[in-house]
């Protein structure tokens, strides 16, 4: 019975905190979020970081083309994440759980579209 108290604390813990981390963190520019996109190459990097930067209230963005995580530093007075993950999803890819805009999606160069750099990983 201790053992599965101590195991339902653990779960209860490290559950609160993975979602924590979906949370802005404040920075000094002002709030940081990170979002987990679909994109791919350094096509789509440029295209994110373009587009976001016109976006009222970004302070900077930086994709990881790697990890697809894009990093958004914003002014929390002018925007908040759910616009952020918008805004990511009417350029054309996924933002966390939301769905990319398929218009968008279909506007994309072709090397910025699902499975086009699967040659690289091998």
Known sequence: MKTLAITITLSLFFGVTAWAQLEPIKVSDGYQVEIKTSAVCEM????????????KGV???NLDV???VL??????????????RKRVTLVGYHAD????????????P???KDGAHQ????
């Open 44 to 55: 789509c990097k440029e295209a994110l970081e373009q587009d976001l930067t016109f976006e």
């Open 59 to 61: 302070k900077s963005v």
């Open 66 to 68: 790697d990890t697809k």
């Open 71 to 84: 990093t958004i530093v914003y002014n929390n007075k002018k925007t908040d994440p759910t616009t952020l």
């Open 97 to 108: 759980t939301l769905q990319r805009d398929s218009e968008a999606y279909e506007n994309l």
């Open 110 to 112: 072709l090397c910025c």
């Open 119 to 122: 040659d690289d990983n091998d």
